[in-house]
């Protein structure tokens, strides 16, 4: 599966030139893509400026020594580059799997190009079966924990590594939502959006316009849209 990764991550790498301010995406397949950009900036000079999702990733590309800037400092985003948790047919998704989902599409929404990066078990017929990651504020998340439940959406707030209610980078709290498969993404992510108290939601419906696929025989398939 790594190899798979690391294909995908130098892959989209290639599509990054000389003065472009770069999103740097979150999770163990972006990390692949930010490894492999850290290497041109050290090795080839590379000429850009990052701008990441996560404090993980900031912390990943300033050990590298990409050149960061805050994303109110740029005056737009050239291309972002990221993973996803589930990629639909017509190229829908979700993400949130690492908690940067915030982060990562406010990042996604101010770049003119983006791309994912995934191995083949992500792309699936419909969507769901990885559990769906909404952000919430702290203030009242129990209610909307039980709106959730009434809802039939299995409900569970995500846990850090010690038991505790994991806190993200934007200091909100994760409730996770097993749904198994979602038949309208379009009409759950309305509601997800209207919902007060929530923050924002994993599904990145038709955002991303290519994603480049590690297939098993370590082929790389590009899907356009
Ligand atoms: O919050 C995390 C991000 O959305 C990741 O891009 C997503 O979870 C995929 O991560 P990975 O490449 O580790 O499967």
């Known amino acids: 599966m790594n190899n798979l990764k ?5 892959e989209a790498a290639k599509f990054v030139k000389d ?6 995406g979150t999770g163990s397949t972006a990390a692949f893509f ?8 050290a090795e080839e000079n ?7 999702t996560s404090s993980v990733t900031q912390a990943q590309a300033r050990e590298l020594g990409i050149p960061l800037k805050d994303i109110d400092e740029v005056a737009a985003i050239d291309l972002t580059v990221d993973g996803a948790d589930e990629v639909d047919l017509d190229l829908n998704g979700i993400k949130g799997g690492g908690a940067a989902l915030l982060m990562e599409k406010i990042v996604a929404t101010y770049s003119k190009d983006y791309i994912w990066i995934a191995d083949d078990s992500k792309m699936v017929e419909h969507l769901g079966a990885f559990p769906l990651p909404v952000e919430v504020v702290k203030f009242g998340c129990e209610q909307l924990f039980r709106l959730f439940d009434k809802l039939g959406f299995n409900p569970s707030f995500r846990l850090n590594d010690a038991g505790e209610r994991l806190v993200t980078d934007m200091g909100n709290h994760i ?37 480049i696929v590690g297939r098993s025989d370590n082929g790389v398939k590009i899907i356009t849209k």
């Open 6 to 10: 690391k294909l995908v991550g130098i």
């Open 19 to 24: 003065g472009m301010v770069v999103g740097l």
């Open 34 to 41: 930010v490894a492999e950009l850290g290497r041109r900036v």
């Open 46 to 52: 590379l000429q850009i400026v990052g701008v990441t």
């Open 175 to 211: 409730i996770d939502l097993y749904l198994e498969k979602i038949e309208e993404p379009a009409r759950l992510a309305k509601l997800l959006d209207e919902t007060v108290g929530v923050v924002e939601h994993g599904l990145f419906n038709d955002m991303v316009k290519t994603v």
